[in-house]
Antibody, heavy 123, light 113 residues
Framework: QAQIVQSGAEVKKPGASVKLSCRAS????????IHWVRQAPGQSLEWIGW????????RYSQKFQGRVVITRDTYASAVYMELSGLTSEDTAVYFC????????????????WGQGTLVTVSS | DIEMTQSPASLAVSLGERATINCKSS????????????FGWYQQKPGQTPKVLIY???TRASGVPDRFSGSGSGTDFTLTISSLQAEDVAIYYC?????????FGQGTRLEVK
């Protein structure tokens, strides 16, 4: 049974960066790609990007390009997302989620989610 | 970007009655090479993470009660709950994973009348 555990809540000042982690267990870590999604208070879900865990390839939403970096550590079975240049608009719960299809670069539904990390940006 | 438009924004249904939620995409989500619609439905209960209900437009996820069903193809999709239960109160989101950026609908809030 796949399980994903995310790091704890963060409070940041405008202009700062935040690095979140996402630790996977219960499956072969390199077999499934990982997405990052965020949800601002009372809003829908917004896709940030993903990482092909085995090949260490990433793709980002144009909205976040230049401001986000997603990395992985296969030894720790962890994926990280660093978002820089924070503003109040970045206040949200950030989720990582597993791509349901294993291997390849095909997108699929998200079959396992972390519990979410609340990032609050405030002066 | 593919835009996903859900309707209605909110819905109140009596227990035991049918609930229907619609989602329309700005372009076809049917991939001709595998004849699959790259589309799914998620349920998010208050304070919880989203949970996939339906994927490939009509495949029920493991453990999802059979009162939930998905239909549609191309650009128009429907989630139906055949007999609403109290535990179905949630926000429902549609999602396209046909191309990046992966996008979600704005959500439909389902309540008991």
């Amino acid at each position: 049974q796949a399980q994903i555990v995310q790091s704890g809540a963060e409070v940041k000042k405008p202009g700062a960066s935040v690095k979140l982690s996402c630790r996977a267990s219960g499956y072969t870590f390199t077999s499934h790609n990982i997405h990052w999604v965020r949800q601002a208070p009372g809003q829908s879900l917004e896709w940030i990007g993903w990482i092909h865990v085995d090949r260490d390839k990433t793709r980002y939403s144009q909205k976040f390009q230049g401001r986000v970096v997603i990395t992985r550590d296969t030894y720790a079975s962890a994926v990280y997302m660093e978002l820089s240049g924070l503003t109040s608009e970045d206040t949200a719960v950030y989720f990582c989620a597993r791509n349901a299809l294993s291997g390849g670069f095909d997108y699929a539904h998200f079959d396992s989610w972390g519990q979410g990390t609340l990032v609050t940006v405030s002066s | 970007d593919i835009e996903m438009t859900q309707s209605p924004a909110s819905l109140a249904v009596s227990l035991g009655e049918r609930a229907t939620i619609n989602c329309k995409s700005s372009q076809s989500l049917l991939y001709k090479y595998d004849n699959k619609n790259y589309f799914g439905w998620y349920q998010q209960k208050p304070g919880q993470t989203p949970k996939v209900l339906i994927y490939w437009a009509s495949t029920r996820a493991s453990g999802v009660p059979d009162r939930f069903s998905g239909s549609g193809s191309g650009t128009d999709f429907t989630l139906t709950i055949s007999s609403l239960q109290a535990e179905d109160v949630a926000i429902y989101y549609c999602q396209q994973y046909y191309s990046t950026p992966i996008t979600f609908g704005q959500g439909t809030r389902l309540e008991v009348k």
